[in-house]
């Protein structure tokens, strides 16, 4: 006969069988946006991924220091999957300044970087979307000092959150690591433990 402790029982017993999978903590599904990738295609983000694992970088072109060293964090990560043979990861670099990160800006960044572009997409839109979206998922972006160069240029800068997300493969940030200082490993085996 089932009672009500061997069906509590059961639960927990498949509970913590299912959290020696990962020890990766569960949030909500990231929402759907309307997005533009480096090759002004419509990307519908995390959507465009789905069944596969997302490392998203969240950057601006113009970082003098954060974004270069989020960006080849996410490079190293891509090369040590592919020289392990894993599969299945989609890397995404999505831009908080929209107003300048347009998709032949991104597609440069990419290109001065010789990124490897077969599972990475620069994403950008417009601005009340990239403001919902970086609000969903936490990242703070707010501009800060300006400088004219010499030249007559101007710089500029953003004060923001240095991050790497990983999601899942329905779309579910799972953990957050700061970008420009990522432990490596750390993030291959929690990908692996995803898989």
Known sequence: MITKFNIFLLVFVI?????????????????SYRLIDQDSTQVTFPDFAKGKILVVGYIFTNCPDVCPLTTNNMS?????LKNGNISGV?????????ATDKPSVLKKFAEVRNLDLSNWKFLTGDKPTIKKLIKEVGVVAIPSDSTVLPGGSKQYYYVHTD???LMDQSGTIRKNYPGSKIKINEILQDIKSLK
């Open 90 to 98: 989609q890397f995404v670099s999505i831009s908080f300044d929209p």
């Open 76 to 80: 190293i990560i891509q090369e040590k």
């Open 15 to 31: 509970a913590i069988v299912s959290s020696c999978r990962n020890n990766l903590p569960l949030s909500e599904k990231v929402s």
């Open 163 to 165: 991050r790497i997300s």
